[in-house]
């Protein structure tokens, strides 16, 4: 059974940086592609950053373009976002994501999300 685990979160200056781990355990890492959501607060859920199985290829949110990095580790089997040059728009709890590429009906796997706050 998939679990996924965030950490790195909490409060930072505007301009400063953060990085964020999702440690994913229980299924074959490989198979999956993983992602970084976003909810602040009073808004709904949106895809921050993407990446494909085996990382050839990401997206992002135009909003945080050239500021935030997605990568993954296949030793660690563990996603990161590399997130600068923070803004306080960035402020909401960000929400690490799963999903089975090679299962015809896959489902989406979730952490259960870790605060960024970006304030002075």
């Known amino acids: 059974q998939v679990q996924l685990v965030e950490s790195g979160g909490g409060l930072v200056q505007p301009g400063g940086s953060l990085r964020l781990s999702c440690v994913f355990s229980?299924?074959?890492?490989?198979?999956?592609?993983m992602g970084w959501y976003r909810q602040a607060p009073g808004k709904q859920r949106q895809l921050v950053a993407g990446?494909?199985?085996?990382?050839?290829?990401?997206n992002y949110v135009d909003s945080v373009k050239g500021r935030f990095t997605i990568s993954r580790d296949s030793a660690k089997s563990t996603i990161y976002l590399q997130m600068n040059t923070l803004k306080p728009e960035d402020t909401a709890v960000y929400y690490c994501?799963?999903?089975?590429?090679?299962?015809?009906?896959?489902?989406?796997?979730w952490g259960k999300g870790t605060l960024v706050t970006v304030s002075s």
């Open positions: 994501n799963a999903r089975n590429a090679l299962v015809a009906t896959a489902m989406d796997y």
């Open positions: 229980g299924g074959f890492f490989s198979a999956y592609s």
């Open positions: 990446i494909s199985r085996f990382g050839s290829t990401t």
